[in-house]
Structure formats: structure tokens, C-alpha cells
RNA sequence: GCGCCUGUAGCUCAGUGGAUAGAGCGUUGGGUUCCGGACCCAAAGGUCGCAGGUUCGAGUCCUGUCGGGCGCGCCA
């Protein structure tokens, strides 16, 4: 490995990018020096990739390249992996060159087993220390202008702890997207003007009289309150002869829950670019001209009084009803609507996240969208499962109808913000997960958030000591990884990036949080390991306090990227 | 009935076709004259629901099967 510090412009990308560019040049060189024969030209050519092994004794990077090119070589894989070892190595010796890559060694069957070089990771911690802000944001790949629609449950009651999950989640997707270089907006749909709010007016309307609650009404103490709390003059215009009584106190009452649903994402730092409402997507005539659009392009036909979506066309069950005899649209023919005012606001990608009881629409909507000339895979949908709540060993209900419910606000007064957000960052979308609040809030110093914000908070602390103490972190790292406790803290904190691009391209953040506990637990290691703050040895102090400094903006910018606070005390 | 999701340690959950299946909590046993003990180290704990198949290699892919969840409206 060469002692010249590597270009700066080297740091750019991840570090197993480099690494992936290392092993593919091994092999061109291999086959240019005839140690490899050329693929012939009618064989698919396998990809060359490399992954994190989970042994370290493995090496900070392995390939299994070698075992793909076994059959379309008919070569053993250990002799293929000793060729491209020889050229990895053969790079690493060669001063002109830039590689991450230090050693290179062949294992059973035939991996390929590489280990970094001191400067690679010198060189990245310097990027960190240079660029705190943009440490952890990756090349954007095919940057695109998104739509995230989530939460948009209807204005009829305040937001459970069911609807927590999907907004943790579009809000998490969206940073992660900001993160992969994409421009993303928030948005929140509202159904302002269906069935279910004249029924929610139906239901203040019979309080307020002080009449029975319909049969279908809505139960639990907000509606009380919105009935004890509904002004005199919107009674009185409700009420008065010929008007739609039920209609106006919707209208009134779904505006009030709104707010409090705003007030409650606030809670949660959950903040919407755009509030769409239904209604004004009928009023401005998109839903009318979706199905117009949909007729001309033959997917539509009218039959007994209403107008069907031809979907079986595309493999559904069945045609669906978009306009009704009656006349009104259905809920369908909104979304449709709203595909194509999405659509004509600029957005090239469409991300809905819905609860998995919406699965069977998934379909009929992309198809329609891709009916009316949309590109189908610019829509795309996002299911997340169940929540159960668990409070005293029984599960408890989310029928907003029954009243009976755990809200949002009562659910964030017992566990915080940040302990929530990580919670539901570090588990799959698709799985179903069991929260029970008792167990929550009884380990709540033993949950791995505290684990990461405290291991924060310690760097930050040993900062401030040092400086107290005169000991500044050493601006060039170069020599910086004495011993095993630098380099294994250096290990952690490179692999940020590589984080980030999965999250992105998986669309999920239990990587994230992962990631995070292991830097924490490095971090810690470190500690017990080097003494960072000592004044008899200034020269090794900066250089670990060089290292503490990027391990806590790391750690930092984790943190942010799950919206999760990073306080310097606690 | 058909379709989608799901089944991994006592509990809650990870695990992009790779090497000895991991983490946190819980349990047991250790650790600090020193920078934050909300910490560290170690141990115990698994027929990856079950049965076949695909291949150099399967928790991962395919088929079947059993259990759990959800969906199959001119509701939203």
C-alpha cells in the first residue's frame, strides 16, 4: 500500500463501491495478463459484487466472484480466486494505483477475502471530519421528484397508534430518499366529503340534540367534545330549514379533527409539505377528467346505470364501478383522480403507503394508472402490517367506531417521541409486531435508543473535556489508526455510507438503527480500550479525539436520518 | 374457495443464494484507584412450522402442506 495520502475525490464514494471497482479490475487484469481466459461471448456474465462477511476473520470485504465464474470458466473456483487475489495484490503494491484493497486471500470454496488498507480509511475519516453535513448522503441514482403519500386517514377521529406506524414510515422513507439524493414531498390526503363524514355529522348532530348516536355513528369521547364545543352559527346554519344538517356539522367537525391530527403529527415530528383535500379534487373536475381520460383510452364502459373500470383487462377479478348510478363517483374514481393531479404537478414517482388492509387495491390503482398512459411502476405502493397493542396482557382495540382505542397522543405521553420513531424504525414494514406499552415503558433505559444516544452524549462529553484540557482533534489523520482500537473504530464508521445506500434501495431503516447500536458498541470498545483525553501524550490524543469526532457526526447524522434526536447530554 | 402477507432463541425482532443462523431484552457469572457504570466481558439458550425440489451452496428460491393475519362492495 502506498504511504501517499489517496485523492481526495477517492473518499467520494463508499468504500465498498471501491472495493466492487477493485474486484472487476483484478479480473479484466487477470484476463489481460492471460491468467484468466476471456468469457466467451455467448455466456451471461455473472456480477461482480462484494459484501460485508459476518466473521471478521473473513476480512472487511468478501467476494464470492470466483464461485459464479466457476461454470461459465468450467474452472475450479480457488484457482479463479487465486488469480484475482494475485491482481489484487499486484494493484495494492503498485504505487500509481488507488485501491482500498490491502490483501487479498483465497478461502474454501473460493472466496475471495480482502482486507483494507490503513489509508482508505484514513482518507474517509478525513472526508467525514472535512464534510460533516454531507457524510452519509449518497450519489443519487436516477434522482427523482417523489410523492410520499402517508398517513391520510380520514378527519372522523383523532389518529391511533396503528396510524404512528405508517407515519414513522413515510416519514422515514422520505428522509432516507432526501438521503439517496431525491427531492421529496410529504403529502396528506383527506377525505373531506364522503359517506363517513356525514356520518361523523350525523353523530355530533344526535349529541347535540341529545338524541341517541345512529347505529353506524361513532362512539368515544371526542365525539362528545366536538358536540359540546360546535359553535352556535354552525348549528344554526345547519339546522336551519332545508339544509343538509348532517353534511355541515361533517364539514365542521372533520375541519376540527384535522387540526387535531396536525397538532398530533407535530407530536411525532411528522411534518406534511401538502394537505390535498378530496372534495377540491372533485370541485376542480380531476376526477372527472380521469375518467374522461380513461374513457378515450377504451378502458371504460357504462352498464346498468353506472360506469365500470374495464380491469379485468389487466387481471383483476373483476370490473370495478367508477361512477355509480347515482351518479357519484366512487372512492376508486378519486384515487384515480389524483393520480393524474399528482401527475401533473411534476412528480415522476408515486409512493403510497397504505396498511396491508388495503392490498387488494394495490393492483386496480396501478393499473389504472398505467391505463391512462402513466408508466404502472412510477406507482408505487407501500404495505405495512398490524400493530398490536398490548397493555396488560390483552390486545388492545383500534376500532375508532367502538371509541375504543389507544390515540396517538396518549400512546406518545407514555413512551417519547424518539423511543417511538426508533421502535418502528427497526423493524420490516411487512411484519406484524406486538407492542406492549407495560414492557415499553418498564425497560425504557434498556432500549437500545437510550444505548445510542448515551454513547453520543459520551463523545460529546469527552470533546468538551478535551477541549477544557487544551486537546484538539488532530487535523490530519494520516497515521491515525495506531492501534486495534482506532482501527476498529475507523472499520464502523466508513461503512455509514454503505448503510445509507441499502436503506435506500430497500426502502427500509432497520438497517439504520442496526448500524447505529454497532457503532454505539464500537464506540464503547474504544473507550474501555484507548484513553482519548491525556495530556502526557498530546499527539496520540488528537489523533483519537480525531476518531471520537467522526464516530459521534456519524452517529449524529443516523440519528437524523431517523429523525431521532442527538443530544450532547443526558 | 381465490389472492397477498407471515411463521427463526424464553420474549421482541434481524438475517440482499454464501463460510460456525445473529441482536436487544430476560437469565447466570464476572469487571471501574483513570475521559459519563444509561458502560464493558463471558456463558447458557435454535430439528429456522413441516415435507419434498432446484445447485457447488437454501433460513433465503420453487412446489406442496399446517398454523396466524388481511383482502375479495355501485364502503372508505
Redesign the pocket.
Known sequence: MSDDPLPRVFAAEPIRTQVRAAVARAWRDAIESGALPPIPGDTPVPEVDV?????P???DF?S?LA??L??PYRMA?AVIAEALATQLERAAAEPTTSTPVATAEV???G?L?MRLGDAALETTVAAVLDDPAGWGRVEARGARTVNVEFVSA?PTGPLHVGNARGAFIGDLLSRVLEAGGQRVTREYYF?DS???IRNLGATVAALRRGDPIPEDGYKGTYVDELADSLPDDVWSTATAPGADTDGLIGKWAAGRVRLGIEASLEGLGVHFDVWTSEARLHDEGWVTRAVERLREHGHVYD????VWFRSTAFGD??D??IL???G?P???AADIGYVTEKFSRGFDHLIYIWG??????VARLRNAAGAMGYDREAVQIL?Y??VHVIRDGGQVSMSKRRGDFVTLDEFLGEVGPDAARWFFA???V???????IE?FKK?T????V??V??AH??I???LR?AAEAGLAPAGDVTGALLGAPEAALARAIVRFPEVVE?AVASE?T??LT?YA?DL??TF??F??D?????QDAPARSASRLALASAARITLANTLALLGISA????
Not at 352498464?303 to 353506472?306: E, I, K, L
Not at 396491508?356 to 387495491?361: K, N, R
Open positions: 459484501e460485508r462477511p459476518s466473521d476473520a473473513h476480512g468478501a464470492n464461485m459464479r466457476a461454470r473456483p478461502a474454501a470454496p472466496f477475502n380520514n377525505n364522503g359517506g363517513q352498464q346498468d346505470g353506472a377479478d373483476k370495478r364501478v355509480r348510478s347515482n357519484e366512487t372512492y376508486f396491508v388492509d388495503h392490498h387488494g387495491t404495505l402490517a398490524w427497526s423493524r420490516a411487512t411484519t406484524e409486531i406486538d407492542f406492549d414492557i425497560q433505559n434498556e432500549n437500545p437510550y444505548y444516544q448515551y452524549a459520551r460529546a462529553s469527552i473535556k441499502d427500509e432497520l438497517g442496526a447500536t454505539a458498541t464503547h470498545g473507550y474501555r484507548a484513553r482519548v483525553v491525556d443530544p450532547d447530554s443526558m
